[in-house]
């Protein structure tokens, strides 16, 4: 009988670790990645949008565009590049406003070459300048597209496609899988092109409404992890009431490490800074950062400048580390809960962010047009700053505890690297004071007791 319940036990054990073990598969295998999402722009993503036109022969031609809709995140020079696998044999007749980077083998075509007879075709935007001929709207930035906040009118790409090979109706056409966006480089990841309502157009004399015969849409959002492994920017912070300025962290994006890689930063005074801005990573647009504690291309400095009965006033500088890159159309966004007070700023444009609804704790700040917005390389020129004066609000305003100090800070939708809260500057009064351990005394008397009874 006893036997007969270990053994019963046994069963209920082995039963329960399965279940607990299953149940733990499951969770892994519906578990949903977030590392795409971003607390400050919840909604920010880029979507192509295949808008099926007319109908060929053989297939259709379709309007191509790329909408940003995300509120400070830019694709900047060399721009965007968009891939697909097509579902079945399709080729690409011709195009307008882009090209593919690769032709493939059309071996088997006589007479008419198609564009492009890959079966995962590469696109890239055509350069400014392009013929007429050859341009639709919205196309022929070098693949650049502004973030939406900064220059809607610029937030968006086009081009037009002729596809071949391909079915010719709603029912028999295939939608492309496996896109890719690369903005220029990872950092996005695309979902399944998903069939959506017909794209309505509005003529010219705005009389009549016309519509597509065919609409998908594709969403693709934006990881900081996938794009780097190390970031790219971090804060440094100082004050008028405390001679201490707190600098980046250390090796925040890195460490200067010339033995093991050789050429990874470059000392402003050296008479070889020419040589190494020209040299090999120049092609592929890889940093060269000047040599510091902290080796990032870009530092954002919080300082808090002056403090008046009812205002208090702070002085942004964003600095270029890098030697080989002058930011266009730069941004930074700043958390601070004194936003909703900003009484007036100089010299930047400012956008509050209210991704949540009654709160206005976040900022947009960019450069202003032919002044500051092109932020320079490393150098004299490699720097932009600005000045905020903050309404105080008496129920929450004070310099204790770090409170004057920014909760975090994106340079162009990337997270900057903060200093660890117990580096802030404090207030002379509100300084830490020093703990004694109670073993100190301890040893010192034992100590001394020794020394006596030694020379007793």
């Not at 109908?55 to 060399?78: C, E, K, L, S």
């Not at 593919?100 to 007879?117: A, F, I, L």
């Not at 592929?284 to 009965?309: D, E, F, G």
Request: net charge positive.
């Amino acid at each position: 009988m006893e036997s007969q319940c270990l053994s019963a036990t046994g069963s209920i054990a082995k039963l329960s670790s399965f279940t607990i073990l299953l149940l733990f598969l499951v969770s892994c295998l519906t578990f949903t990645s977030t590392e795409a999402y971003d607390a400050l722009d919840p909604l920010g993503n880029i979507t192509i949008k295949w808008d099926v036109i007319s109908w060929t022969p053989d297939g259709y031609v379709a309007v191509v565009t790329m909408f940003n809709f995300q509120q400070y995140r830019h694709i900047q020079a060399p721009g965007w590049t968009l891939g697909w696998t097509w579902a079945k044999k399709e080729v690409i007749w011709s195009m307008v406003g882009a090209q593919t980077t690769e032709q493939g083998d059309c071996s088997r075509y006589k007479g008419n070459v198609p564009h492009c007879c890959k079966k995962d075709p590469t696109v890239v935007d055509l350069l400014p300048g392009t013929p007429y001929n050859q341009q639709i709207a919205n196309c022929c930035k070098a693949g650049v597209m502004q973030s939406y906040i900064q220059d809607p009118a610029n937030a968006v790409s086009s081009f037009q496609i002729s596809v071949g090979a391909a079915g010719t109706t709603n029912k028999t056409v295939r939608l492309p899988k496996n896109f890719t966006l690369k903005a220029p480089g990872p950092g996005y990841s695309c979902g399944r092109a998903a069939i959506v309502k017909p794209t309505r157009y509005l003529t010219a004399d705005k009389r009549r409404m016309t519509q597509a015969m065919m609409t998908w849409n594709v969403t693709c959002t934006y990881s900081q992890f996938l794009a780097q492994k190390t970031p790219t920017c971090c804060v440094s912070l100082s004050s008028f009431y405390n001679d201490t300025i707190v600098n980046c962290p250390t090796c925040a994006c890195g460490c200067e490490n010339n033995s093991t890689n050789p050429g990874s930063c470059v000392e402003p005074d050296s008479p070889y800074l020419a040589s190494a801005v020209a040299g090999s990573g120049k092609a592929t647009n890889s940093p060269l950062v000047q040599c510091t504690s902290h080796m990032c291309p870009v530092r954002v400095h919080w300082h808090v400048k002056l403090n008046y009965k009812e205002y208090w006033r702070v002085k942004v500088t964003v600095t270029n580390f890098n030697y080989r890159m002058n930011y266009t159309l730069w941004n930074i966004v700043v958390q601070h809960p004194n936003f909703d007070n900003l009484t007036k700023i100089f010299s930047f444009n400012y956008k509050d962010l209210t991704p949540y609804a009654g709160l206005n704790d976040t900022a947009m700040l960019w450069g202003v047009k032919f002044y500051n917005d092109l932020l320079m390389q490393a150098g004299p020129l490699g720097n932009a700053q600005s000045e905020l004066l903050f309404r105080k609000d008496a129920s929450t305003f004070t310099f204790e505890k770090g409170w004057a100090f920014p909760r975090r800070i994106y340079f162009n939708g990337d997270n900057c690297v903060m200093p660890p809260p117990d580096a802030y500057p404090w207030l002379p009064n509100a300084s830490p004071r020093p703990t004694i351990s109670l073993l100190s005394p301890v040893i010192t008397i034992l100590a001394s007791l020794v020394f006596l009874l030694s020379y007793a």
